[in-house]
T-cell receptor
Framework: DVKVTQSSRYLVKRTGEKVFLECVQDMDHENMFWYRQDPGLGLRLIYFSYDVKMKEKGDIPEGYSVSREKKERFSLILESASTNQTSMYLC??????????????FGEGSRLTVL | QKEVEQNSGPLSVPEGAIASLNCTYSDRVSQSFFWYRQYSGKSPELIMSIYSNGDKEDGRFTAQLNKASQYVSLLIRDSQPSDSATYLCAVEDNAGNMLTFGGGTRLMVKP
């Protein structure tokens, strides 16, 4: 069964703290993604990775960085958390196949509150 | 920037009725389109994908695509209270790497 696991369901951090959000998938998927979800704004792509050590900026990368040292693990880093980064963070993975629409598999989400 | 637009709702329909959810997109070269369902407090799950003009049916769900009008819709027949959720429209980029999501439409099916 497909499984994407996010390390923390709920986090509370203070402004200026460094925050790590971890995501692990067990499907040998090549592509991994970090989205944030805010009411009325849907899911917005922060970063994605299509291979180990590769990363691409999404629509809203400012204030974030990522790391993909192993195929199964994709980490999102907030170098200095700010209150406007309070959000639900969703990790997803996919296996691209030519000619086949890509299905994203999502983790359960990490709800981050920055005080 | 690519845009995907949905009416946020809530869309309220009685049990047994047809629910019609709509989505427009700005990137004319988009090829693949998706509908995800998200229950409150849960992560999105894929329910339909479509990439050819016309209708695609799967059980009570029908996805409709009109590339000329840049419009994709989802029909849910015989709506059930368990269909109450937020429905997210997503559009894949031409390279097949990224999905852009709409803001979602909240559907409420009343018994």
């Amino acid at each position: 069964d497909v499984k994407v696991t996010q390390s923390s369901r709920y986090l509370v951090k203070r402004t200026g703290e460094k925050v790590f959000l971890e995501c692990v998938q067990d499907m040998d998927h090549e592509n991994m993604f970090w989205y944030r979800q805010d009411p009325g704004l849907g899911l917005r792509l922060i970063y994605f990775s299509y291979d180990v050590k590769m990363k691409e900026k999404g629509d809203i990368p400012e204030g974030y960085s990522v790391s993909r040292e192993k195929k199964e693990r994709f980490s999102l880093i907030l170098e200095s958390a700010s209150t406007n980064q309070t959000s639900m963070y969703l990790c997803a993975s996919s296996l691209p196949r030519p000619g086949v629409p890509t299905e994203l598999f999502f983790g359960e989400g990490s709800r981050l509150t920055v005080l | 920037q690519k845009e995907v637009e949905q009416n946020s709702g809530p869309l309220s329909v009685p049990e047994g009725a047809i629910a019609s959810l709509n989505c427009t997109y700005s990137d004319r070269v988009s090829q693949s389109f998706f509908w995800y369902r998200q229950y409150s407090g849960k992560s999105p799950e894929l329910i339909m994908s479509i990439y050819s003009n016309g209708d695609k049916e799967d059980g009570r769900f029908t996805a409709q695509l009109n590339k000329a009008s840049q419009y994709v819709s989802l029909l849910i027949r015989d709506s059930q209270p368990s269909d109450s959720a937020t429905y997210l429209c997503a559009v894949e980029d031409n390279a097949g790497n990224m999905l852009t999501f709409g803001g979602g439409t909240r559907l409420m099916v009343k018994p």
